[in-house]
């Protein structure tokens, strides 16, 4: 589609190679501009470590181990970790440069799909430089196990948008990237890609002329048939994934019919989330946790979320207005994260709202093209811009903290260091104060120490707990079992101070029988180690 920006009598008498010259150039000046954007307002990510499930991805992709084969549940991860391991090795920065990347791209799709579905390339410019600083999502760019949800989000985005183009002027190569784009996406991440199939029959009944719709009738009833096929085979093959979801063991309980009826007070999780969704970049949710509890206030969300949803939906399909599909879209894709864990509300930095946030910023794109002088347009922009960029620094400053790369890096390096050479010890006990006792002993614990002494076997993984009678009790609960130099305990202070406490623990167990340390007895004998 060629730019509104083109006066007519120019596009009749310029080349045609030309005008696709000016459009690269355009487009290729929209990208730069996104990367540095997106590099502009996240660079405080640069400085994050590996986290929480980032450890085992790597691990796995380094050993060429199959014990992560449950990631295959969103099988662009364990693709994207091994490709990263290949080429980047631990070099952390390289992982979170792919994360902001990510983000420019998924801006750069949002662009197009407002573009295709608007007809506005104007405001499909304002939706992109709005997601691009979108705190919306932010696990996506700061989190490289959650750079699938940015992935399969840039698939279908332009999948949609290449068959929307297909829908309207019935293009081969239209079709064709269609199809490609939407079977990467399904790839990449076959539950959170679920409801491409759905909006692809949603945007050929509001945007295709009733022949089209015929025609296509029977390539939409080929895609829904291979789809269904394989994604049965999927639900076999990670049956045992699926048994673990709330979903699963609810109905592995074989429910009342009242008992399913009473659960549909969850649906209220789902239109907080949407609610959070639509102004947490606006009011922010509590950075201190990307999930928080269902209360009175909620309840009233939900209820505003119902009726707002609700009615512009019905009122937009009915009428098949431009918006129409930002709102389906919205209410379509989150539905099957939800699913996945109904009794949550998501905050709006979350990673199950990357997808359906493209839903927002094409309607934000729309809504602000159509306002009227377009100085005021400009203006409303620049202020999103600046409210999101603002809140996207501000929840990067809340995880700061227990992110850091440097401090990560210290505390296992310190703990590699001090572990004799050649020898892993059996328990690994690791504790401290919060947040950084969590975020960087327990969420890292064997992978990360497996990563920093290179133990490619998880046989010779040690025991990891807080508490070493746990620990013990793993190994049969006798202390006689164990040798000296097969035991370890370590404490972190949130000032990143590490204290071996290891001495201390091995006399304990030869005077009191195993029995785990007080709180007061941990900070008896400090060997301070920077």
């Known amino acids: 589609m060629i730019s509104e920006s083109v006066p007519i009598n120019l596009i009749c008498s310029t080349p045609a190679y030309s005008i696709i010259d000016v459009q690269t150039k355009t487009w290729g000046l929209l990208a730069l501009a996104l990367i540095l954007l997106s590099f502009a307002t996240f660079h405080e990510s640069l400085n994050f470590g590996f986290w929480k499930d980032d450890w085992r991805y790597v691990w796995c992709a380094w050993s060429r181990s199959d014990a992560c084969g449950g990631a295959w549940l969103h099988p662009a991860t364990p693709v994207e970790f091994i490709v990263l391991e290949r080429l980047f090795g631990n070099k952390v920065i390289a992982w979170q440069i792919i994360g902001l990347l990510f983000r420019a791209i998924l801006a750069l799709s949002v662009v197009r799909l407002t573009q295709v579905s608007t007809g506005r390339i104007y405001g499909g410019i304002l939706a992109g430089l709005i997601a691009v600083t979108s705190v919306v999502g932010l696990e996506s760019v700061h989190w490289s196990s959650a750079h699938v949800t940015a992935i399969v989000a840039i698939f279908v985005t332009l999948s949609l948008s290449y068959w929307i183009g297909y829908v309207r002027f019935g293009k081969n190569s239209s079709l064709i990237c269609a199809l490609i784009l939407g079977m990467l996406g399904i790839f990449a991440d076959p539950w959170r890609a679920i409801g491409l199939l759905p909006m692809a029959l949603f945007v050929t009944f509001i945007r295709g002329s009733r022949t089209r719709r015929l025609r296509l009738r029977r390539v939409l009833l080929y895609c829904y048939s291979m789809f269904l096929i394989a994604f049965v085979l999927y639900a076999f093959v990670q049956r045992d994934f699926f048994a673990q979801t709330q979903i699963g063991q609810f109905f592995r309980g074989k429910p009342s019919l009242m008992t399913v009826l009473s659960k549909t007070k969850i649906i209220g999780h789902y239109f907080n989330s949407l609610f959070n969704l639509a102004i947490g970049w606006i009011i922010p949710a509590s950075h201190e946790t990307t999930e928080f509890s269902h209360g009175v206030f909620q309840k009233f969300r939900a209820w505003i979320g119902i009726l707002v949803f609700g009615l512009l ?218």
């Open 313 to 530: 939906a019905i009122v937009s399909v009915m009428k098949r207005r431009g918006h129409a599909l930002a709102l389906v879209w919205i209410v379509l894709f989150y539905l099957p994260v939800w699913l996945f864990d109904p009794r949550v509300i998501t905050t709006e930095v979350h990673r199950y709202l990357v997808i359906p946030s493209v839903g927002l910023f094409v309607l934000l794109g729309y809504g602000l093209s159509k306002i009227r002088p377009v100085w005021i347009a400009i203006t409303v922009s620049v202020v999103c811009l600046v409210i999101n960029g603002v809140a996207s620094q501000r929840a990067l400053a809340s995880v700061a903290f227990f992110r850091s790369r440097a401090l990560t890096d210290r505390v296992w390096n310190t703990i590699d260091q001090n572990t004799p050479s050649g020898t892993y010890p059996n328990v690994l006990v690791l504790g401290g104060e919060e947040p950084i006792k969590t975020n960087v002993f327990l969420y890292g614990n064997t992978f990360a120490f497996a990563l920093n002494k290179n133990i490619r076997d998880s046989q010779n993984f040690p025991i990891v707990s807080d508490d070493i009678g746990l620990g013990l009790e793993a190994l049969g609960g006798n202390r006689d079992t164990i040798e000296r130099n097969r035991l370890s305990q370590w404490y972190v202070y949130n000032d990143g101070t590490l204290v071996n406490q290891t001495d201390i623990l091995w006399f304990r167990l030869q005077r009191e029988a195993c029995a785990p340390l007080r709180p007061d007895e941990k900070k008896d004998d400090k060997k301070h180690i920077n």
